[in-house]
């Protein structure tokens, strides 16, 4: 079986190789310079084709990897492949959230010089391990695990960690554009409804949010934004949008999209109020933006009607439809894609040479989180903009 999805891997990502010409073209610099000769790279991240592009990339220019996946977005035959190419691949598909924390843990045991973290995982285990000191510095994904940095973990990080969700190329590229785009493309394809004349709650306006709630419209969506920043609201209003609190929309809205990276954003008061037959979804890297947990107190009766599609019942004769268990949906279902192919090489340029700059350069940067460096990101434009042909 391990041979079979190795094959099968294989030929995924001799197509997705094919589609990343930044990476291709980074892979072939780091193979020559090998700037991350004698590091270990531990990296939390979800391990899916794209990311797999990424660690050969890493690899070529002499890193060591040891790596495990985000709860319940792992690919199995992804695994398999890397770990054929000699790296150390923790997970599977099917890990339930206390394995995912112990593969985790693996990772932090394997004592990594330089982290790539999503969510601040890897950063938060270091940090319990009191294993510091061999902590060159590191990279994170996420605006969620960036709150982490800067907030419950910030006394803890004395290297430096460039949080890639700070560039504004990510904002715009990944985040806005392929995000948005991916999640509608989820949404329809768990559900196999359609988007047309449906009524859409966007729970938050920030880069995520404006690209879901964007991509929806477009499709022919009805969209509502909620959103607890007043500049980011009243952007959100200029743009079009119904701009409301999320209980006065609770009975207006048909699906319910978090995009926020907080905490129960849908809770009890949520709960109690919205419409029978809603449709909740997350989008954010954690699944506590809604309070599941709470959600089944309530119920009086659940089913799992097909992949990622859970019916729960509530009191009142009432129902909603949770997608995904509340976890990131647009890595979720049957086949799943999450971003376009050229939004994460894009993405994954602004980690490698982020993390680049880390193993030879950490001198010359402030400990604790920090935006990726403008000469990065001007350089990685640069380069899409050729890939694009953008002058034709």
Aim: glycine share 10%; with cysteine; charged share 20%.
């Amino acid at each position: 079986m391990s041979a079979e999805l190795v094959a099968r891997a294989t030929a995924r990502l001799s197509w997705i190789r094919s589609r990343m010409p930044l990476l291709a073209a980074i892979r072939e610099q780091f193979a020559e310079e090998k700037p991350f000769t004698g590091q270990r790279i531990g990296m939390s991240l979800h391990l899916e084709p794209k990311t797999a592009v990424l660690l050969e990339t890493l690899a070529a220019g002499g890193a060591e990897i040891v790596a495990t996946g985000n709860h319940g977005s792992t690919q199995d035959d992804v695994v398999a492949y890397l770990r054929a190419q000699g790296m150390t691949i923790f997970g599977t598909r099917d890990d339930t959230l206390d394995r995912h924390e112990k593969n985790v843990a693996g990772v932090v045991a394997a004592a990594p010089t330089i982290l790539l973290d999503n969510g601040a995982d890897l950063v938060a285990g270091v940090a319990q391990s009191g294993q510091t000191a061999q902590i060159v510095g590191g990279t994170e994904e996420t605006t969620s695990g960036g709150y982490r940095l800067r907030a419950e973990l910030a006394d803890h990080v004395s290297y430096p960690v460039i949080v890639i969700n700070d560039s504004p190329l990510k904002a715009i590229g990944e985040n806005k554009h392929a995000v948005g785009q991916s999640v509608v493309e989820s949404f329809m394809r768990i559900t196999n409804l359609m988007v047309p004349g449906r009524r859409f709650v966007v729970a938050g306006y920030g880069w995520c949010g404006r690209g879901v709630a964007h991509y929806l419209r477009a499709l022919g969506g009805k969209v509502a934004v909620v959103e607890v920043d007043e500049l980011k609201a009243f952007e959100a209003a200029l743009d079009g949008y119904r701009v409301a609190d999320m209980l006065d929309l609770a009975e207006w809205g048909e699906i319910f999209i978090t995009a926020t990276g907080h905490p129960q954003v849908l809770g009890a008061d949520f709960f109690e109020r919205v419409a029978d037959g809603a449709m909740l979804v997350n989008c954010g890297h954690f699944p506590w933006e809604i309070d599941v947990a709470e959600l089944r107190t309530l119920a009086t009766g659940s089913a799992v009607v097909d992949t990622a599609i859970e019916l729960i019942e509530l009191p009142g004769n009432r129902h909603v439809i949770l997608l995904a268990d509340g976890r990131m949906m647009n890595l979720a279902g049957r086949e799943p894609k999450g971003n376009s192919i050229e939004s994460m090489d894009l993405g994954f340029m602004l980690q490698a040479m982020s993390l680049a700059r880390i193993a030879t350069a950490a001198d010359t940067l402030e400990l604790g989180a920090q935006p990726v460096p403008d000469s990065i990101n001007r350089e990685i434009a640069r380069r899409m903009l050729a890939a694009m042909k953008a002058d034709r």
